[in-house]
């Protein structure tokens, strides 16, 4: 019983405080405003939206400068940024485990960022290019491995030929 005459006298009450609101904010009269937006014709409100910065349209976009939206792509261009410092470093101390998973997140996180509402093309971009340094790296560091392989094949073919050698001048001092 309490609780249905607290919610009725909230209901009764709430015109009154509706109504005090709007005495106590005076760009909200009336004879302007109603709802919270101004009176006006369509036309007017295509010339402000012309008229609209950059920036009150970066603010106000759903996927915008004060949404995750926007600073979560922002802050993974470091990693980025990382990866293509790292094209300076020698193949053989890149690791092939964090380079295959940042290609993996990328790749996922790109086709990803095509499929969630609202789509969000800042972040499919990082994403795309983190799997491109990603599969940069891996290149380099298959082609590192690759050629090791090779280089380990030539060395073993050049010690046998330097046995044989061997053998050759031992036979000639014998003689």
């Known amino acids: 019983m309490a609780s249905s005459a607290t ?27 109603q709802g919270g937006r101004r009176w006006q014709s369509s036309e007017a409100g295509a010339q402000q939206q012309q008229a609209q910065s950059w920036f009150k349209k970066a603010w106000e976009s759903e996927v915008g400068i004060k ?16 990866g293509i410092a790292d094209m300076a470093r020698p193949a053989e101390k890149l690791s092939f485990t964090q380079n295959f998973a940042l290609t993996c997140t990328g790749l996922i996180w790109t086709r990803w960022c095509m499929i969630i509402k609202p789509k969000n093309i800042l972040l499919a971009t990082v994403n795309f290019f983190l799997a491109m340094v990603g599969i940069v790296q891996l ?22 030929e330097v046995k044989h ?10 003689n």
């Open 7 to 33: 919610s009725s006298i909230l209901r009764a009450s709430r015109p009154a405080f509706r109504q005090a609101f709007r005495q106590q904010t005076p760009f909200r009269s009336q004879q302007f405003y």
């Open 165 to 174: 050698n061997v053998e050759v001048v031992k036979k000639e001092i014998k």
């Open 139 to 160: 290149t380099r560091i298959g082609l590192y491995e690759s050629s090791k392989k090779s280089a380990g094949e030539a060395v073993a073919d050049v010690k046998e």
């Open 67 to 82: 949404t995750v939206h926007f600073w979560a792509p922002v802050m993974k261009w470091c990693l980025v940024i990382a």
